[in-house]
């Protein structure tokens, strides 16, 4: 089983939906959880970390589930700038983040 | 704001060149990471350091070395690079733990040709 699996999409939306983005990961004693985000042709950048009790910001919604090794991210009422790939990220190995090979969102108008 | 600078955006090299790619963080942070980011495959660690002279590998190491002289820089050596190296190279840094979030340079576009 892959470390950290995700949908790669893309996931194509109109302006105004929710889309929920899904990550399995496979070490069970992880402790931190990320969701980054790249645009094209730029480097990786911290959007939010998840938290066992779940977290929001803005339009954005992170939950965890440990007991089914779970991430999500739920982003409502979505722009166009939203657009650009989301990496789900969990402490793995070495004592370092692993990182999930991304799932893509494009927002259309 | 944390800067991560990298030495070059875009570089072509030749089959068996040795290749340098250099990366400056500015906040004092203990670590430092190298990936490379393939379409497909994702973000793979190479290397890290967690304090200057150390250095660790992590789960493509073959094919490259590191150096860390000073705290704030972080190199990746291609000591003979072939064409699957070709590749776009992300330097990260976090400030104390491994597991801290990381802060990315624009990254390397390296061609072997």
């Known amino acids: 089983r892959k470390e950290v699996e995700q949908d790669p999409g893309p996931f194509n939306v109109p302006e105004g939906a929710t889309v929920a983005f899904n990550c399995t990961y496979s070490n069970s004693a992880s402790q931190s959880f990320f969701w980054y985000r790249q645009d094209c042709r730029k480097e990786p950048k911290l959007l939010m970390s998840?938290?066992?009790s779940g977290n929001e910001d803005g339009r954005f919604t992170a939950q965890l589930n440990r007991a089914s090794q779970y991430i999500s991210l739920l982003i409502r009422d979505s722009k166009l700038s939203d657009s650009a790939t989301y990496l789900c990220?969990?402490?793995?190995?070495?004592?370092?983040?692993?990182f999930g090979k991304g799932t893509m969102l494009l927002v259309s108008p | 704001d944390v800067k991560v600078t990298q030495s070059s955006r875009y570089l072509v090299k030749r089959t068996g060149e040795k290749v340098f790619l250099e990366c400056v963080q500015d906040m004092d942070h203990e670590n430092m990471f190298w990936y490379r980011q393939d379409p497909g495959l994702g973000l793979r660690l190479i290397y890290f350091?967690?304090?200057?002279?150390?250095?660790e590998k992590g789960d493509i190491p073959e094919g490259y070395s590191v150096s860390r002289e000073k705290k704030e820089r972080f190199s990746l050596i291609l000591e003979s690079a072939s064409t699957n190296q070709t590749s776009m190279y992300l330097c990260?840094?976090?400030?104390?733990?491994?597991?801290?979030?990381?802060?990315f340079g624009p990254g390397t576009r390296l061609t072997v040709l």
């Open positions: 990260a840094s976090s400030e104390v733990s491994g597991l801290d979030e990381q802060f």
């Open positions: 998840v938290y066992s």
């Open positions: 350091s967690y304090d200057v002279k150390m250095k």
């Open positions: 990220v969990v402490a793995g190995g070495y004592s370092t983040l692993t």
